[in-house]
């Protein structure tokens, strides 16, 4: 494995075996000293091209934990602001000899463009709508700690489809792995062409929950609102919202999850967020342990390494 | 014996096929008493003792070691376990992953580990192991038993407690478990 771009580049088996590794990096996490040398001397490069706080802080805190350097590119204090191209400022880091770029950038295919152009490894830390798969991966983690397997489970995703990268990867990987995956969202909110994805569609939340064994929820960009594709959250949070009246829909044994960063009271009450049914704090922690165990698999041995396990 | 898929054993893949037998279990159960006796008579009995097997091979031998040693001291050894892919020295030289569980139940700090290998080669996973200790606490003291002492050394390491010494050529492989110690060579699938 050279670079992550996408779930679809790991299928089942890729997937299974990076979280064969997490449980590894889950235990070094936990350690006195949560630090291994593993990747000793190698440099991990964050390239955000977009506002982000968990997800580059979680790469970054992966890769210290593995022993390597870290370099961070922000916006806001980097060259782009002199008008630097995408593609000398990739060129650029690779010269210096970076080993991977961790990408986030606000138009889709971004990381796939700039994997042509480096010698690095590439991760796609979210592009565009499109993906971000090492969300997919630690909630695939997180599920399988909760409820031991995704096979056969029933998975709702709540809420703005359309312009969420974490809905598009997680579809892919709940669904690889067994999963019967449902979307819930109003129709202005939901992807065209949805008969191609191995979904079932709902626009009715309360008859969805009783059935399912993980509820996702979706932040809803509060930008949506200006572009009249709801409403008003007020409108949106009766209908879609995970209220604390509504949780209680939810079976005994089910989870709530959330990809952070979240509006609360918008598409989740506070007080479902902070309950026992709630593994948010999980999916942050084991973010960190699947970010390393995709870094040591791409930059551990000459890339070649199996990722089968074993 | 049934032959063995051995992954990480150098070249790396391939089906243990034996060609003679060293030690049969009786033979393993009498070495790994005689260890036992030894590690009481050097620490003075188990008090702060940890027992910790290397992922795989040493783990089913450190086992059976606490075992002998509780049998014949009446009192409990913590046993650990230690998976030391993330400290070996080759990875970048070929793909390392981890085998198994790294679970190590009691603080190290001031405490006599006895770790357990199988087979001691180059001295480079023990190596590896001492490195990966050390993130665990800072142990009194560090013994290392293995059931073969096979030579081919690469670095300055000895063991304690050797269960057979046994010289060997660089290219054959030796097979290890509680149902006995084989000598053979790795076939490639």
Same mark, same amino acid.
């Given at each position: 494995?050279?670079?992550?771009?996408?779930?679809?580049?790991?299928?089942?088996?890729?997937?299974?075996?990076?979280?064969?590794?997490?449980?590894?990096?889950?235990?070094?996490?936990?350690?006195?000293?949560?630090?291994?040398?593993?990747?000793?001397?190698?440099?991990?490069?964050?390239?955000?091209?977009?506002?982000?706080?968990?997800?580059?802080?979680?790469?970054?805190?992966?890769?210290?934990?593995?022993?390597?350097?870290?370099?961070?590119?922000?916006?806001?204090?980097?060259?782009?602001?002199?008008?630097?191209?995408?593609?000398?400022?990739?060129?650029?880091?690779?010269?210096?000899?970076?080993?991977?770029?961790?990408?986030?950038?606000?138009?889709?295919?971004?990381?796939?463009?700039?994997?042509?152009?480096?010698?690095?490894?590439?991760?796609?830390?979210?592009?565009?709508?499109?993906?971000?798969?090492?969300?997919?991966?630690?909630?695939?983690?997180?599920?399988?700690?909760?409820?031991?397997?995704?096979?056969?489970?029933?998975?709702?995703?709540?809420?703005?489809?359309?312009?969420?990268?974490?809905?598009?990867?997680?579809?892919?990987?709940?669904?690889?792995?067994?999963?019967?995956?449902?979307?819930?969202?109003?129709?202005?909110?939901?992807?065209?062409?949805?008969?191609?994805?191995?979904?079932?569609?709902?626009?009715?939340?309360?008859?969805?929950?009783?059935?399912?064994?993980?509820?996702?929820?979706?932040?809803?960009?509060?930008?949506?609102?200006?572009?009249?594709?709801?409403?008003?959250?007020?409108?949106?949070?009766?209908?879609?919202?995970?209220?604390?009246?509504?949780?209680?829909?939810?079976?005994?044994?089910?989870?709530?999850?959330?990809?952070?960063?979240?509006?609360?009271?918008?598409?989740?009450?506070?007080?479902?967020?902070?309950?026992?049914?709630?593994?948010?704090?999980?999916?942050?922690?084991?973010?960190?342990?699947?970010?390393?165990?995709?870094?040591?698999?791409?930059?551990?041995?000459?890339?070649?390494?199996?990722?089968?396990?074993? | 014996?049934?032959?063995?898929?051995?992954?990480?054993?150098?070249?790396?893949?391939?089906?243990?096929?034996?060609?003679?037998?060293?030690?049969?279990?009786?033979?393993?159960?009498?070495?790994?008493?005689?260890?036992?006796?030894?590690?009481?008579?050097?620490?003075?009995?188990?008090?702060?003792?940890?027992?910790?097997? =290397?992922?795989?091979? *040493?783990? %089913?031998? $450190?086992?059976? #070691? @606490?075992?002998?040693?509780? !049998?014949?001291?009446?009192?409990?050894?913590?046993?650990?376990?230690?998976?030391?892919?993330?400290?070996?020295?080759?990875?970048?030289?070929?793909?390392?992953?981890?085998?198994?569980?790294?679970?190590?139940?009691?603080?190290?700090?001031?405490?006599?580990?006895?770790?357990?290998?199988?087979?001691?080669?180059?001295?480079?996973?023990?190596?590896?192991?001492?490195?990966? =200790?050390?993130?665990? *606490?800072? %142990?009194? $003291?560090?013994? #290392? @038993?293995?059931?073969?002492? !096979?030579?081919?050394?690469?670095?300055?390491?000895?063991?304690?407690?050797?269960?057979?010494?046994?010289?060997?050529?660089?290219?054959?492989?030796?097979?290890?478990?509680?149902?006995?110690?084989?000598?053979?060579?790795?076939?490639?699938?």
């Amino acid at each position: 494995m050279r670079h992550l771009l996408s779930i679809a580049d790991l299928g089942r088996v890729g997937i299974e075996g990076v979280l064969r590794l997490t449980d590894s990096f889950v235990e070094v996490s936990a350690r006195r000293i949560p630090k291994v040398p593993a990747l000793r001397g190698k440099t991990v490069a964050t390239v955000f091209y977009e506002d982000s706080t968990r997800t580059r802080v979680s790469f970054e805190t992966a890769a210290k934990r593995l022993s390597a350097d870290t370099m961070t590119v922000t916006v806001g204090t980097s060259s782009v602001n002199k008008g630097e191209s995408l593609r000398d400022t990739a060129e650029t880091l690779d010269a210096m000899g970076v080993d991977a770029l961790v990408v986030r950038h606000a138009s889709a295919g971004v990381p796939f463009q700039v994997a042509n152009w480096v010698e690095a490894s590439v991760v796609n830390a979210g592009d565009g709508w499109h993906e971000h798969p090492t969300q997919a991966l630690l909630d695939c983690y997180t599920i399988s700690e909760r409820l031991g397997t995704l096979q056969d489970k029933r998975i709702a995703i709540v809420g703005d489809i359309k312009h969420s990268r974490v809905a598009r990867s997680n579809v892919l990987a709940f669904s690889l792995l067994g999963a019967e995956v449902t979307l819930v969202g109003p129709k202005t909110l939901l992807p065209p062409n949805l008969e191609r994805w191995p979904v079932e569609v709902s626009s009715d939340l309360d008859a969805v929950l009783p059935k399912v064994d993980v509820a996702y929820l979706l932040r809803l960009q509060s930008e949506r609102q200006t572009e009249a594709l709801i409403p008003s959250l007020r409108e949106y949070t009766a209908t879609y919202g995970l209220t604390r009246d509504r949780a209680r829909l939810l079976r005994d044994e089910a989870i709530v999850m959330h990809a952070g960063p979240m509006n609360r009271g918008v598409e989740l009450a506070p007080e479902v967020a902070d309950s026992d049914v709630s593994v948010i704090t999980r999916q942050v922690a084991n973010g960190v342990a699947v970010r390393m165990a995709v870094l040591y698999l791409l930059l551990s041995g000459d890339g070649e390494a199996p990722i089968d396990g074993g | 014996m049934a032959e063995r898929e051995r992954r990480v054993t150098p070249p790396y893949g391939g089906v243990f096929v034996p060609r003679s037998q060293v030690l049969d279990a009786d033979g393993v159960g009498r070495a790994l008493v005689r260890i036992a006796h030894e590690v009481l008579e050097r620490n003075s009995g188990v008090d702060d003792l940890v027992v910790v097997g =290397l992922q795989t091979g *040493g783990v %089913p031998l $450190a086992e059976r #070691l @606490a075992d002998e040693l509780e !049998r014949i001291e009446g009192s409990e050894v913590p046993v650990g376990t230690l998976d030391v892919a993330f400290y070996r020295d080759d990875i970048g030289l070929r793909p390392v992953l981890p085998e198994a569980a790294t679970e190590i139940p009691v603080d190290l700090g001031g405490r006599t580990v006895v770790l357990v290998d199988d087979v001691l080669f180059t001295g480079r996973t023990v190596r590896a192991a001492l490195d990966a =200790l050390t993130d665990f *606490g800072r %142990p009194r $003291a560090v013994q #290392l @038993a293995v059931m073969v002492d !096979r030579g081919h050394r690469e670095l300055p390491i000895r063991p304690d407690y050797v269960g057979k010494n046994l010289p060997t050529r660089r290219d054959e492989v030796v097979d290890v478990s509680l149902d006995g110690v084989h000598i053979g060579e790795l076939v490639k699938r």
